[in-house]
């Protein structure tokens, strides 16, 4: 069964600092691995979808970069905002199944 | 606008009624999925469909039931609601995967339900 930790569990940090969230599986048998935000109260959005053949994907100033062999992805945020503040959760898809898990999330705190 | 719609937006219950969580989706997925929400448990399958006809169970779907007759909707039904039952459930989907690639969730907008 998939596992899906995320590290760390909460961050605060000052306004413009670059940081890295990070998140590993254990079933390195995915498809691809999507990051979502969620703002207090509300549902996921949808980030970055990325797709086991990449190594990178990117939209403005947030890059997800996968490692599928060593069941690892991380979503790095540049010049953070406190507007960033939320939960990041990562859902690795796993080759042939529907279950997808994900995991418990990273809440972030950007302090203005 | 395309995506997922969930409804009620928020619902209280009596222990022991039933009620049923209404889920639609316009953008012609086969996969569709309920999830629920509680603090420090993260989100956990309930249950998930494949196709229209074809449903299975989660990790918790005890206490729930699902039916997928058309490819749009897939609504989720408490039985005999329980205090235990209380959560914000999510309803999500996605397309099937093409070769290698596969396609990431759509998720609603969640519904808040408390059990009395």
């Known amino acids: 069964k998939q596992e899906v930790t995320q590290i760390p569990a909460a961050l605060s940090v000052p306004e413009g600092e670059n940081l890295v969230l990070n998140c590993s599986f254990t079933d390195s048998a995915i498809y691809n691995l999507q990051w979502f935000r969620q703002d207090p109260g509300k549902g996921l959005t949808s980030l970055l979808l990325i797709q086991s053949s990449q190594r990178e994907q990117t939209s403005g100033r947030l890059n997800a970069s996968l490692d599928k062999s060593s069941g690892r992805s991380t979503l790095y945020i540049a010049a953070s905002q406190p507007g960033d503040s939320a939960t990041y959760l990562c859902?690795?898809?796993?080759?042939?199944?529907?279950?997808?898990?994900f995991g418990a999330g990273t809440r972030l705190f950007v302090k203005a | 606008n395309a995506g997922v719609t969930q409804t009620p937006k928020f619902q209280v219950l009596k222990t022991g009624q039933s009620m049923t969580l209404q889920c639609a989706q316009d953008m012609n997925h086969e996969y569709m999925s309920w999830y629920r929400q509680d603090p420090g448990m993260g989100l956990r399958l309930i249950h998930y469909s494949v196709g229209a006809g074809i449903t299975d169970q989660g990790e918790v779907p005890n206490g729930y039931n699902v039916s997928r007759s058309t490819t749009e909707d897939f609504p989720l039904r408490l039985l005999s609601a329980a205090p235990s039952q209380t959560s914000v459930y999510f309803c999500a989907s996605r397309a099937p995967g093409q070769g290698a690639r596969g396609y990431g969730y759509t998720f609603g907008s969640g519904t808040r339900l408390t059990v009395v």
């Open positions: 859902a690795p898809g796993v080759t042939g199944g529907f279950k997808t898990i």
